[in-house]
């Protein structure tokens, strides 16, 4: 009889879970649909679940009209994404193995930053590139950016590096391999889902930066997409469906992100739940 009510709770948990899957996907789905949908038929009272007539104007005309920016959000994320591959890896590794005196007030440091919002930032960040001309720039964005997403990825690839034995670095450097050889061909291996993780962040943020952008550029020719989705309603009133399709288009990117990098997340997760 227990097993049977166990039973019955995992199937009702489940049923809960569905339900609220269902609700916070419902905005989705129909930010999908409008955008196949004309101005009339999306104003149609009851709403339609489903077009009665798709039509693909929206997604032709948004895509047209945001080209631009599309290329420059892309730019920038892919910047601001190497940017922090190429520092974080690193600066974890050296605060999880090779403790130093001030680490702690590293990490400290570290955390700190993470803790100011980006509205707060951007006016110091607006000044100091106003003195060296970045300002209108995809470099300033990508810079801008690389400032919160350094941190960030830093402080989660210390915590994966380490959980990650000390005596294998050990063995490598024995054997003969530089410290530079035996990140690449030990720690990199090892710790490649936290990397993994971090390239989703690296990525993920630049690409939805709303405030940086708006406050370091003023050129619609370097704006991304974020803010280009925002003038693009002042510039046509109140296309909605047109708008619709522009969000679908600007969640593309993201959705293949995190597609292609799910499977490193899932190892991530479940890396040393089982004793060899």
Not at 110 to 120: A, D
Not at 168 to 190: C, M, N, Q, W
Not at 196 to 214: E, K, N, Q, R
């Amino acid at each position: 009889m227990k097993v049977n009510k166990y039973k019955i709770g995992d199937y009702t948990w489940m049923v809960i879970g569905i339900f609220i899957t269902i609700l916070l996907l419902l905005p989705v789905y129909f930010m999908i649909i409008y955008g196949f949908e004309t101005l009339q038929d999306m104003f149609h009272v009851p709403p339609y679940w489903f077009p009665p007539k798709i039509t693909f104007q929206p997604f032709i005309e948004t895509f047209i009209g945001l080209s631009s920016n599309i290329i420059n959000s892309l730019i920038i994320a892919t910047g601001s994404l190497l940017i922090t591959l190429f520092t974080a890896p690193f600066a974890g590794y050296a605060l999880a193995h090779y403790g130093f005196k001030f680490g702690k007030y590293v990490n400290f440091t570290l955390i700190l930053s993470q803790m100011f919002p980006v509205v707060m930032l951007s006016i110091p960040i607006f000044m100091m590139y106003s003195n060296v001309g970045l300002i209108n720039t995809r470099l300033g964005l990508i810079l801008a950016n690389a400032t919160y997403t350094i941190p960030l990825c830093t402080l989660i690839l210390t915590a994966y590096m380490r959980s990650m034995p000390f005596e294998l670095i050990e063995a490598g450097l024995i054997d003969g391999a530089s410290h530079f050889t035996s990140f690449f061909k030990i720690v990199v291996p090892v710790v490649k889902s936290g990397i993994a993780t971090s390239a989703i962040f690296a990525f993920l943020m630049p690409w939805a930066d709303f405030v940086y952008a708006l406050v370091i550029t003023t050129d619609n020719k370097i704006q991304p997409m974020s803010v280009g989705l925002y003038k693009y309603m002042e510039l046509y009133g109140l296309r909605w469906n047109n708008l619709m399709a522009g969000g679908f288009i600007f969640s593309i990117p993201a959705l293949v992100v995190v597609t292609l990098t799910g499977k490193f997340i899932i190892k991530g997760l479940t890396a040393g739940a089982l004793k060899q």
